[in-house]
């Protein structure tokens, strides 16, 4: 459809319009829609180049409207309203494919492998059409190389286990696990292996009497087959160990085979025994007599002649020394006796001839044990003369206290002088000081160390009694301290005085120097107290009164004045007739109204004659209600409707007195059904909140549960509390059963049946559904929703059927988790492989991936293995290499062990390896150092997807 453009005439002055009589082309401005040459160029409205910029290609009629070259169908504008054309880039009929990813095109492009088109137009669709070859799955009987890798059919590995057994290609063929030479269908084909129990190399003789087994068999040859391989040969080995052999003492070898080993073989050689002795103190020599064996068993040895034999330190071969006169070595001498005995433990001694205890260092000798005469030391002075010892050097002693201190004097021999003092006598600790020495009395004396002991006063075991003061605790700080309580030390104790007259050290109000006052305490400490104590303070005296008739009560004319209260004087004048121990103090009444021997009321003042015959004494107690005389103090409280009959200010249930035989049994109705828990019984008077006069429930956390309920089916509860349950419960309302259907098929699915068994629980293997489809097949179940999946890719975008037993139909299924985006598409669906800028959303994410560069794709893919990039390599434009030193050849399928990885990015770089018979193919990853390495030996690694880039 051709576009047309309004164009809107607008008045222009004459200075807007240029010239008012244009001449020659140019002049004026083409107008494009009035059907004149405006411009006088020969070219009218859209025809004109001025109007390209406001003119759509009408893409019929062959003329260029747009001017932009192309006409009609050429031209990109017309996309979508002309028939495909196949090599040109472009969605010319606008359905979204191009070129030859449009069906349009099938018959006159190359053949796609994974469309199910046939796009060369040859009959044949995807892989059965031999363009695929190299793209697709290899297969085993069409004698093509389908997936291109250089074998056909059985030749191709992917056919194993389909194929006859081939025995040297390294596979397994017909997939019976065995490969080559180990699969049976190789035997009289193979070199003979000596274990299987085959004739592999097919001259009849199997493993051991194959004579390509013999030196397998009898390894050691010494004419005996091992056992591994059948014989009887225990080690092939050794050729002198085989049934038969001499039986010698060699460190548990069974030469003969036959089960015993050295002496414990009666054939064993008796030319190769020993004899061991008993070492009882493991010092590898033994003693008594010898006993035969190959070996020394544990606690024996083959040396003799230990003469300790429980002392590990002596034997034969140990070394003399000098300890005690003990014959370490066992040759009959010992210490000083024997030549051999060890230099280094003998001791050095020194002749004291005058006897004097010190030794001449001009005379010495060695000896284990020190002669008489002689002593270890070489300290004497003169060895002549036993008054003369070692040389001495003295001590100064400034203070000629007799002790010295400070660096020693030169020693000599000659005795002390005057400021000398012996070196073996105590240090003295202050030598200005005459005083102050080792042998000084320590006395407290300001913290002075008398006696050099570094103890100073107190601290001093030997410290002088008598310079100790003696003090006493003063608890209570009253200045006397407590006698018990001595402490003797230097000097004065905070706390402590030296005074200790305290009788009582707590109370600060009793010390020698108090006042005594009348308060059966000691006051002052003097041994006297209170009316017996002459200096007792007489105004803290009481008044007593004398009670003649000793009723407790005093008369009030005779008193006297003391501490306590003198024999027959009390602390009261209340005596009302101090001559009758009948009339005591004056008393209180109460009028008692209802002569219930309680009274009530206001009390009368005391006094010592009754007011009259209905007055109680108010000390009997007092009436609550003084106008019934079932109510009073020594009553019986009773159920009456809240009197309070014994005046204890609680009635009734109040009342934990209350005479249980008024009350009534009551129990706890915990869910207000009606009936109470019978071990919840309460006597009382009126019930309480929650409580009811009826029991028998058993169940009191359910209101439905009571003698009263109707029992129904609901788990074997005890719903009217007979003791019986559900179906056996002939009370059961029937109305409660539910139907129970047959499950032949044990898949928890039952059959619709006519008449179903009523029950309350499970009855056998019945079920409580009737919603199997076949109840003899456990593989169906109930009627499941089905969905229809179009396009059979696994994932369905049709609608939901209803609940049925079968598919409505081949394409229905299971409903997936996922939408379908296209389910007429196989090809489309969640998480499809994308391929990119080809119109369609593959894996329904609702967007068609960007194409990138192969070289892009290809350098990423390397990356993304952890290895070095390197563009180029091995002379070849369309290639990346990636280097992966160090890693194992494992990791990059290089069988030569070198550690490159070529990968192909253009399909126009395909060469043949020499001798190797495969083509390099893009989108390929081969392994090795080159191309063709390892002889043409290429390794295919991987492959990566040419799907989501461009040629470079």
């Not at 000596?194 to 001259?203: K, S, V």
């Not at 087994?213 to 009898?218: K, P, V």
């Not at 108090?514 to 308060?519: G, I, L, Q, S």
Request: charged residues 30%; contains cysteine.
């Amino acid at each position: 459809m051709r576009l047309l453009t309004l164009w809107v005439a607008v008045a222009c002055g004459p200075d807007e319009t240029g010239p008012t009589d244009p001449t020659g082309p140019g002049a004026r401005a083409e107008i494009c829609d009035n059907g004149v040459d405006d411009d006088l160029d020969g070219d009218v409205d859209c025809d004109d180049v001025a109007c390209s910029a406001v003119c759509a290609e009408a893409c019929v009629g062959g003329i260029d409207e747009d001017l932009d070259g192309a006409v009609d169908c050429e031209d990109s504008d017309c996309d979508g309203q002309c028939p495909e054309a196949c090599t040109d880039g472009r969605d010319n009929d606008g359905d979204g494919e191009l070129d030859c990813a449009d069906e349009d095109c099938d018959g006159s492009c190359p053949e796609d492998c994974n469309d199910v088109r046939d796009n060369d137009g040859d009959g044949v669709v995807d892989c059965w059409d031999s363009d695929c070859d190299g793209s697709c799955p290899e297969d085993c009987l069409d004698v093509r190389d389908n997936d291109g890798d250089g074998a056909t059919d059985c030749e191709d590995a992917d056919c194993d286990g389909g194929c006859p057994e081939t025995c040297e290609d390294g596979r397994d063929n017909d997939g019976d696990g065995g490969v080559d030479c180990v699969d049976v269908d190789c035997d009289g084909q193979c070199p003979e292996v000596c274990l299987d129990g085959r004739d592999n190399d097919g001259d009849s003789d199997v493993d051991c009497a194959d004579a390509e087994c013999r030196g397998e068999c009898d390894a050691d040859a010494d004419g005996f087959d091992s056992v591994l391989y059948g014989g009887d040969d225990c080690d092939d080995t050794l050729p002198d160990v085989h049934p038969g052999g001499d039986e010698v003492c060699n460190e548990g070898i069974d030469d003969d085979c036959d089960g015993l080993i050295d002496y414990d073989d009666p054939s064993n050689d008796p030319g190769t025994l020993s004899e061991f002795y008993v070492d009882t103190d493991l010092d590898g020599y033994g003693t008594g007599g010898g006993v035969i064996g190959c070996s020394a068993s544990p606690g024996f040895s083959a040396e003799k002649g230990d003469c300790a034999p429980s002392n590990p330190d002596v034997n034969p071969g140990a070394t003399e020394i000098c300890n005690a006169l003990l014959d370490d070595d066992c040759d009959g001498f010992a210490d000083d006796d024997d030549p051999s005995v060890d230099p280094l433990t003998e001791t050095t001694s020194f002749r004291d001839s005058d006897g004097d205890g010190l030794g001449d260092p001009l005379l010495s000798r060695q000896d284990c044990i020190v002669p008489a005469g002689w002593v270890v030391n070489d300290l004497d002075c003169d060895d002549t003369n036993d008054n003369v010892g070692e040389a001495v050097a003295y001590l100064p002693d400034l203070d000629l206290d007799g002790f010295g201190a400070g660096v020693p004097l030169p020693a000599t021999c000659d005795l002390p002088l005057p400021g000398e003092a012996l070196p073996w006598l105590a240090v003295d600790c202050n030598d200005a000081d005459p005083l102050v020495h080792p042998d000084a009395v320590e006395t407290c004396v300001g913290g002075v160390d008398d006696d050099c002991d570094a103890l100073v006063d107190e601290d001093d075991p030997s410290l002088d009694p008598l310079s100790l003061l003696s003090m006493y605790m003063d608890a209570d700080a009253d200045g006397f301290g407590d006698g018990s309580e001595l402490l003797r030390l230097c000097e004065l104790e905070p706390g402590f005085v030296l005074d200790a007259g305290d009788c009582n050290d707590l109370d600060a109000a009793i010390s020698p120097a108090a006042t005594e006052v009348c308060n059966e305490i000691d006051d002052d400490c003097d041994v006297l107290k209170d009316d017996s104590d002459p200096s007792l303070d007489v105004s803290t005296r009481s008044t007593f009164w004398f009670d003649r008739d000793g009723d407790g009560f005093g008369d009030p004319a005779l008193s006297a004045e003391a501490c306590t209260a003198p024999v027959n004087y009390v602390d009261n004048p209340d005596d009302c007739d101090d001559n009758d121990a009948s009339e005591g103090e004056p008393l209180v009444y109460l009028y008692d109204d209802d002569a219930d021997g309680f009274g009530a009321g206001v009390p009368t003042a005391p006094t010592c004659t009754r007011p009259g015959v209905k007055y109680v004494l108010e000390s009997v107690g007092v009436d609550c209600d003084d106008l019934n005389p079932l109510v009073a103090p020594d009553a019986i409280e009773v159920c009456d409707g809240g009197i309070d009959n014994d005046c204890d200010a609680l009635p009734d249930d109040l009342d934990g007195d209350l005479d249980p035989r008024t009350a009534t049994e009551f129990f706890d109705d915990d869910d207000s059904d009606g009936f109470g828990w019978e071990a919840s019984l309460e006597l009382r008077c009126v019930a309480d909140v929650g409580q009811v006069a009826i029991a028998g429930d058993c169940d009191d956390t359910s209101g439905d549960v009571h003698p009263n309920a109707t029992e129904i089916c609901n788990d074997f509860v005890d719903d009217d509390c007979d003791l019986l349950r559900d179906d056996g419960d002939p009370s059961l309302d029937l109305a409660t059963r539910v139907p129970w259907f047959p499950d032949n098929d044990l898949d928890g699915f039952g059959r619709l049946v006519l008449v179903p068994v009523l029950a309350c629980n499970q009855p056998g293997i019945l079920v409580d559904n009737d919603d199997d489809c076949d109840d003899f097949d456990p593989a169906f179940g109930p009627a499941i929703a089905w969905q229809e999946d179009a396009d059979n890719d696994g994932f369905a975008a049709g609608p939901i059927s209803a609940l049925l037993c079968d598919p409505p139909g081949p394409t229905w299924g299971l409903p997936t988790l996922e939408e379908d985006c296209d389910d007429l598409d196989d090809d489309s669906f969640p998480a499809a492989p994308e391929v990119c800028e080809d119109g369609v959303d593959q894996n329904c994410d609702g967007t068609d991936i960007a194409c990138i560069p192969c070289s892009e794709v290809a350098e990423q893919w390397c990356l993304d293995k952890g290895w070095t990039l390197a563009v180029g390599g091995e002379g070849e434009d369309g290639n990346i290499v990636c280097t992966n030193d160090g890693s194992p050849a494992s990791d990059n399928c290089d069988p030569c062990g070198n550690y490159n990885v070529v990968v192909w990015v253009d399909g126009s770089d395909e060469r043949e390896c020499p001798g190797a018979g495969l083509g390099l193919e893009s989108g390929t990853v081969y392994g090795g150092h080159s191309p063709c390495a390892c002889g043409g030996a290429m390794a295919v690694c991987d492959t990566w997807s040419l799907s989501d880039c461009v040629p470079d």
